[in-house]
C-alpha cells in the first residue's frame, strides 16, 4: 500500500503516535522523580501542548486533529510506557475534548452549549483548555456507585454559584477547567455538570494526594466555596431523579483509556525485566544468563500472553467505538467495563510475575519495577473498581436469567 493509498486521519495517527513513543523516552527519565515528590508533571504537559497531543480529539474545523477513541488509545498507552501519571491526566484531557466534539455533531441536541464548546476547544489549540471533571465526593464516593452529589448550584440571577467538596480530581495543578458534578437547588432539582476556571475566586485546592502509586497526577482535593460560574457553564442538565446518565462512547472513552494507562505501565515493567533477565548472569549459571533459563522463558511468555490479550482487547474495541459513531453497529454498552477489567487484571498479573523473576532486585528502589507495580496496582481500585464490576455484570447475568425464566418455562 502506498501513501496516497492511506487515509489523512491514519498518516496523522501514524505521526502522533510516534511523537508519543518519544516523549515517552524523555518521561520515563522524570518518572522518578516525580513520583518520589508527587509534583504535578508541568514540564511534560508543555511538551506535550508543543507535540500537538493535546489537541488530538478537538474537530479539524476548530483547529485540532479530529482524531478517534483508536487514536487516542494509542497516543496514551505510548506515553503510558513512560509515565502512567501523565498518560491519565492526558486521558482525561483527550476523553473530555472527545465528549465536547460528540456534543458539537448533535447540534441543538448537545449535552455543551455550542459557544462555550467551541471556545473550550479553541483554546485548547491556542494552548489553554486543559480540563478534567471532579465528581467523586467525600459522602457519595465514586457516583458510579450511585446516589447524587451534596455539590449544590444554586442559581442567583444570571449565574450558577457552586458549593461542595471534591475528592481526586486528577492533574487540577495544571488544569485551565474543571467540569464539576453538582445538583441544582431548584424546586425540581436537576443534575449535571459546570464548568469552572480553576482559578476562579472560590476555588481551593487542597493538596491531600499522598497515594501509594499515581503519585505524580497530583489527584487533590477541589474546595468550592460560593464559586459563581455564568449560566451558559451549565453542561447536561437532567432531572436528577434519573441520577447520572453516561453515554456508551463516553463510558467506553473512559474505560479504554484508564485500562491503557495501566496496561502501559505493564508493559514498562515488562521492558526492564527484559533487560534485567539478560544482564543477570548468577555463578551457579556459569556464565548464563537467566533469560537462558526454560522455565524463566515460560513465565515470560505468561507476561507476554497476557499483554498480548489486552493490545487485541483494546484495539479492537477502540476501533468498534470509532465505526459505531461514524454508522457502523452498535457497540454492546457492557463491554467496555469487561474490557477495563480483563486488561487491568492482566497488566497486575503481568507485573507481579515480572516481581517474582526479579525477586529482591524487583523491590529495591534503585530499579524501577517497584515503581511499575505501585502504579499498576492502583487499576484494581480505579473507579469504577473491578470488584464493582463484578458485581454489575453478576447482577446483569441473573436478572436476564429471571427474565428468560418464564420464557423457558412456557416453551417446556
Known sequence: MSQADVAPSQLAQTELVHRAQQLAQDFAALAERHDASGEA???????????GLLTLTVPQALGGWGLGLEAAQAVVGAIAQGDPSVALILSMQLGQHA???????????????????????????????????AQVEPELGSPSNGGLPKTVARRAGGQWRLSGHKLYVTGVPLLDYILVLAVTDEDEPRLGSFLVP?????????????QLGMRATASHDVVLEDVAVPLEHAVGLH?????????????????????????????????????FLRERRPAALG??????????????????????????????????????????????????????????DNAVQA??????????????????????????????????????????????????????????????
Not at 508533571?41 to 507535540?51: D, G, I, N, S
Not at 511468555?301 to 479492537?316: D, T, Y
Open 99 to 133: 465528549a465536547i466534539a460528540r456534543s458539537l455533531a448533535r447540534g441543538e441536541h448537545g449535552d455543551w452549549p455550542r459557544a462555550l464548546a467551541e471556545r473550550v476547544a479553541r483554546e485548547a489549540v491556542q494552548g489553554r483548555g486543559l480540563i478534567n471533571s
Open 41 to 51: 508533571p508541568a514540564p511534560q504537559f508543555e511538551a506535550l501542548r508543543r507535540a
Open 198 to 210: 480553576r482559578d476562579a475566586p472560590g476555588v481551593r485546592v487542597v493538596p491531600t494526594w499522598n
Open 239 to 275: 432531572p436528577a431523579r434519573l441520577g447520572l446518565q453516561r453515554d456508551v462512547q463516553g463510558n467506553a472513552w473512559y474505560f479504554l483509556l484508564v485500562a491503557t494507562v495501566y496496561d502501559g505501565a505493564a508493559r514498562a515493567a515488562r521492558d526492564w525485566l527484559l533487560g
Open 287 to 344: 556464565g548464563a544468563n537467566l533469560a537462558s533459563l526454560p522455565t524463566v522463558q515460560e513465565a515470560v511468555g505468561q507476561i507476554e500472553v497476557a499483554l498480548a490479550a489486552n493490545a487485541l482487547l483494546l484495539r479492537a474495541h477502540a476501533r468498534a467505538c470509532d465505526q459505531s459513531l461514524a454508522g457502523g453497529e452498535p457497540v454492546d454498552p457492557q463491554l467496555a467495563g469487561v474490557v477495563k477489567h480483563t486488561v487491568v
Open 351 to 412: 507485573t507481579r510475575l515480572a516481581l517474582e523473576l526479579a525477586g529482591n532486585h524487583g523491590l529495591a528502589r534503585r530499579n524501577p519495577l517497584e515503581r511499575h507495580l505501585r502504579n499498576v496496582l492502583c487499576g484494581h481500585i480505579h473507579a469504577p473498581s473491578n470488584s464493582l464490576l463484578r458485581a454489575l455484570a453478576g447482577r446483569r447475568a441473573l436478572e436476564r436469567a429471571a427474565a428468560d425464566a418464564p420464557t423457558a418455562a412456557r416453551a417446556a
